[in-house]
């Protein structure tokens, strides 16, 4: 379809009298051009599964390649300011027209398909229907993990994947019934088993941990948090063949005390076993920070490859665009596995 446009453009071209100057019948005919390139955008933003989804194919030779992606704010885009409220003023035009037509998770599928990931998980995550969509869009499955503990909060979770996904549960605490406070993961915490081509099997937890700094309760909290993820953890991984990864918007730095008590367990942080590149993810405007991450345990590790923040295209904010803007505040981070 693409070919076709182009095709005819060239045939129809800009036709222009001696004088350089464009004639009514070569007008007519650039508008005709221009109405049939903006009637193949739609086609182009709901690209069939087939154009986006790896084979099983190539799948299976790539391993598995992983992405963890905050993408703030239920896929709103981000032009450097906090929240969902717009300035005033053209240089936000741009993004109020992509929200207006709903157009930011679309886009977020078409960069994650330039690097063939076949397990995403979300932080901040759209709503069940739009997370849907998307999966539909890339041909993938869809784990929907709701906000907080009733599954209602402002900031769920999410696991898109080709793979066959076998069981999922939100908030998997080792003993659920006594141990489900409501003061831990306020933002989302779930989990996926997934059977990969192999026939093996894959847990994959997605987290996001309690994001503020200001005093020693807010330690405490992120702790608990992870003392909880441990403990899950710990139990998939009685299985010596198991495979697990940890990843999303963990609210820490490496030079913090939750660091260390994460990294005291069984999950090996990818980023300092393989990384390339400095690893931070916050924000898109200028990265300082790593607080997004991919942990992996169990047999998994022993085919780690690479790790890295994705601070390119789409992903980054152009700071010399007055108009420009990126799809999220935080940039992803991608994990590879042969």
Not at 24 to 50: V, Y
Not at 162 to 190: A, I, Q
Not at 265 to 286: I, R
Request: hydrophobic share 40%; charged share 20%; net charge positive.
């Amino acid at each position: 379809m693409v070919l076709c446009f182009h095709l005819i453009v060239l045939i129809l071209g800009m036709e222009k009298t001696k004088s350089n100057e464009i004639t009514r019948k070569s007008f007519l005919r650039n508008t005709l051009c221009a109405g049939l390139g903006l009637s193949f955008l739609p086609n182009l933003l709901q690209a069939s599964p087939n154009q986006l989804a790896p084979s099983l194919a190539i799948q299976t030779q790539q391993g598995i390649r992983s992405i963890s992606y905050n993408v703030f704010n239920g896929c709103a885009g981000y032009i450097g300011i906090n929240g969902l409220q717009l300035p005033d003023g053209s240089t936000a035009d741009l993004i109020r027209k992509a929200r207006k037509l709903k157009q930011v998770p679309q886009r977020i599928v078409l960069e994650l398909a330039l690097y063939d990931a076949n397990i995403i998980s979300f932080s901040e995550g759209p709503s069940k229907a739009v997370l849907e969509d998307m999966a539909k869009m890339m041909g993938y499955n869809s784990v929907f993990f709701g906000g907080g503990k009733d599954g209602k909060g402002k900031f769920p979770g999410a696991v898109l994947t080709p793979f066959k996904v076998l069981s999922s549960m939100h908030r998997p605490f080792v003993n659920k019934s006594v141990n489900d406070p409501e003061e831990l993961f306020t933002r989302h915490w779930g989990k996926a088993t997934l059977q990969l081509p192999d026939g093996q099997t894959l847990v994959i937890h997605s987290a996001h941990l309690w994001p503020f700094k200001k005093s020693p309760k807010d330690t405490e909290i992120r702790l608990a948090e992870i003392a909880a993820l441990h403990e899950a953890i710990n139990e998939d991984l009685k299985d010596e063949n198991q495979q697990v990864l940890l990843q999303g918007d963990l609210n820490l730095s490496p030079d913090m005390p939750e660091y260390q008590a994460l990294t005291s367990g069984k999950l090996k942080d990818t980023f300092t076993l393989a990384g390339f590149g400095d690893g931070n993810t916050a924000n898109s405007k200028k990265a300082l920070r790593r607080i997004d991450y991919i942990f992996a345990g169990g047999a998994l590790l022993q085919r780690l490859k690479s790790c890295t923040a994705l601070n390119q295209g789409c992903f980054r904010l152009n700071n010399e665009d007055s108009m420009g803007f990126a799809l999220s505040d935080h940039l992803p981070v991608l994990a590879v596995f042969e």
